[in-house]
């Protein structure tokens, strides 16, 4: 007879989850989602922001809240993706500095993620890597360092080295490319349009050369047709991007998480008790769902079910939290040697004030033409 890989996997398998929560503050509510759930990660959003240091806070609670302490991550991009507006303010879009050179990009970086770290952060998702033209309606638009792979690549980098500096993982996005597509994956499934040669000679280029030994990578909610076939189906649910190209050609070794379930690309197209299921199989580790706490408890049982139904998906489950156990590893060794008044939890509003006013002037200095 067949043996589960592990009688505590089903049970586990909330750590494949990377979760939003509602709120300013730990609520009864919350705590009980945490304590049913146990994700292995927590996304703050600009809801959970009412202050820096009231951020802090709930950042501090929520990692006492459950045992593992899940990691947190959040959105900083600069530009319009920034969750800790209005009380940071001038940060750029990455269209607007790409031309500064790596050097200052990498030390901006790191200013911006000292100040993520005092806050209490393990991991920012960032920096893009797609290419595109600032005008783009995709989407991504001047989230992107441009349309040349060689400055994407050299961008990506000098904010992974900054934000690494600073503590911070950084978590490469949106794989494999959104850049050539023209809608939202937001509201709709984008597909690339194209010929695989185009496709692979310049969007893929900056994965080829960063993949390998990157840590953390977002999957993207896109159509790839010279991957996946014509089905339009997302690149989250295609285990020939998910897993053959990222893993098998480019060498990824790190945690493979999926953009929001939530989004549409996907939540629209696929019923909602069997998509986390589906893209755990395809090859992402984590699963993103940010908003609804009734839908994360959804696909918290799905996997739970299937886990305990299924002993291929459980040891697919296991490949998983292996891998959600090595980013753990990762992030506490990247943020072991800052001192304590730098650890999370321990930063006095003082601190706060200092490290977000060091931000501010740095985003205004890298913003300012070159004389």
């Known amino acids: 007879m067949m043996q589960k890989p592990s009688d ?9 989850l990377f979760i939003g929560i509602e709120g300013e503050a730990l609520t009864p509510a919350t705590r009980r989602l945490l304590a049913d759930v146990r994700p292995g990660g927590v996304i703050l959003f600009r809801r959970n922001a009412p202050s820096l240091p009231e951020l802090a806070a709930l950042c501090d609670g929520v990692r006492q809240a459950m045992e593992p302490a899940p990691l947190l991550a959040i959105d900083e991009e600069g530009g319009r993706v920034t969750r800790l507006s209005p009380h940071v303010t001038g940060l750029p879009a990455a269209a607007t500095i790409a031309g500064v050179g790596p050097r200052r990009l990498a030390a901006y970086w790191e200013s911006y993620g000292r100040l993520l770290r005092i806050l209490g952060m393990d991991i920012d ?35 992974g080295e900054g934000l ?75 285990k020939e991007v998910s897993t053959t190209l990222l893993r098998e050609s480019l060498g990824f070794r790190g945690t493979a998480i999926s953009d929001d379930l939530e989004m549409k690309a996907v939540a629209d197209r696929v019923p909602w008790e069997e998509l986390a299921p589906r893209v755990v199989e395809a090859g992402s580790d984590m699963l993103l769902v940010c908003h609804k706490p009734e839908r994360i408890r959804g696909a918290f049982d799905a996997l739970r079910r299937r886990a305990d139904a299924d002993p291929s998906f459980a040891s697919r489950c296991e490949v ?47 913003s300012a033409p070159v004389a």
């Open 320 to 366: 998983a939290l292996r891998r959600i156990r090595s980013l753990r590893e990762s992030c506490a060794a990247i943020a072991r040697p800052f001192p304590p008044s730098d650890a999370p939890g321990g930063s006095s509003p003082g601190r706060i004030e200092e490290a977000r006013a060091a931000l501010v002037q740095a985003a205004g200095e890298i």
């Open 164 to 238: 690494r500096k600073a503590g911070i993982m950084p978590t490469l996005k949106h794989f494999p490319g959104l850049g050539p597509t023209l809608l939202d994956s937001h509201h709709r499934l984008p597909t690339v349009t194209g010929s695989r040669e185009q496709f692979e000679a310049a969007d893929l280029a900056p994965w080829r050369k960063l993949a390998p030994a990157a840590e953390a990578i977002m999957i993207a909610h896109g159509h790839y047709p010279f991957y996946s076939g014509a089905d339009r189906l997302a690149a989250t649910l295609s």
């Open 8 to 16: 505590s996997t089903a049970s586990d398998v909330g750590q494949l």
């Open 125 to 159: 998702f960032a920096p893009v890597l797609d290419l595109c033209l600032p005008d783009a309606a995709n989407g991504i638009a001047e989230r992107s360092f441009g349309t040349d792979p060689a400055l994407v690549t050299a961008c990506a980098g000098a904010v």
